[in-house]
């Protein structure tokens, strides 16, 4: 005799509760309101004081104008320094980019129990302020700094190198800061990628150039882009770096931006340039992105094919 089980049937009253209850939508809800709290209001009233007019005498004069755009876009003085920010965050971006990878792929396929270890070296120089390396790349970099000193002493030069206050300097120590950024996460998706793709490559006759180029750069490209917005979006508002390395001959749009509110008190042309910044970095940020997404999808569309 067979024996049939059957479920409790669900009320239609239960049915319905359950349908319109979900956890998801209420659990987002406290994080909302701390961003809309904490970041929203404070640059929804960024935004209003970048319509204000600045008079030296009554700091600033409620108005409704677009006058503070206007004088940034008609102002060649600051197109450049729009230009030098964009121009260093891009550089600076591609050099973490290449400087990153190899560590990234050793890190990834290290099986040594110094693994840890080494993943914590790299997290290490989070934990000390920018100011604090910066302060440490100008004692090394100054006129009487230890690469000079070094260099002085082997004969290699006579007079000291001019290493302070260049674009060099500025470079060198952002790409300090953003480092360990993209080592991280490219460490991430690289150990994603099963090792034994690369063997069957290279099982087939790929040297490693070959497989470098047609098989892990591709399957690495999600975490070449998401390092890439990452370190793009820190270096397009770098502040202490600019400062301390670059001197005040070298201008990016963090410390205009500072200048404005700190020095000439014109909080809304100040206001202005923050969302000037802001707006320049997320449109790149999203034609970059766009960009190397499309690559990779062209790609993946011919590796189907053949």
């Known amino acids: 005799m067979a024996l049939t089980v059957t479920a409790p049937a669900i009320g239609a009253g239960e049915r319905r509760a359950g349908a319109g209850f979900s956890l998801g939508p209420a659990l987002v809800i406290p994080a909302t309101l701390l961003v809309l709290a904490f970041l929203g209001a404070p640059m929804a009233l960024l935004f209003r004081y970048s319509l204000n007019r600045y008079s030296p005498r009554e700091f600033m004069i409620d108005a409704v104008t677009a006058e503070n755009y206007i004088r940034f876009f008609t102002d060649p003085y600051f197109i450049g320094v729009l230009g030098t920010t964009v121009q260093v965050a891009a550089f600076c971006t591609v050099v973490a980019t290449l400087a990153a990878f190899p560590v990234a792929y050793l890190l990834a396929r290290s099986q040594s129990r110094w693994k840890s270890a080494l993943v914590i070296a790299v997290v290490f120089p989070l934990m000390v302020g920018n100011v604090v390396r910066a302060a440490g790349w100008m004692a090394l970099l100054g006129n009487d700094g230890a690469v000079n000193a070094v260099l002085r002493w082997t004969g290699i030069v006579s007079e000291p190198v001019r290493l302070m206050y260049t674009p060099f300097a500025v470079i060198l120590g952002i790409v300090a800061v953003v480092l360990p950024y993209m080592i991280l996460t490219l460490q991430s998706v690289i150990e994603s990628i099963g090792r034994d793709v690369e063997e069957a490559a290279a099982n087939l006759g790929a040297g490693p150039m070959v497989v470098f180029r047609r098989v892990l750069l591709p399957l690495s490209l999600p ?29 990016m749009m963090a410390p205009a931006l500072y200048d404005q509110f700190a020095r000439t008190t014109n909080w809304p042309f100040g206001a202005a340039l923050a969302f000037i910044l802001m707006a320049s970095t997320l449109i790149l940020t999203l034609i970059g992105t766009t960009l190397l997404a499309r690559r990779m999808h062209h790609r993946r569309i011919d590796a189907a094919a053949r």
């Open 223 to 251: 975490g070449i882009i998401a390092g890439g917005t990452l370190v793009f979006i820190l270096c397009m508002n770098a502040y202490a770096t600019p400062v301390l390395l670059g001197g005040p001959q070298f201008k």
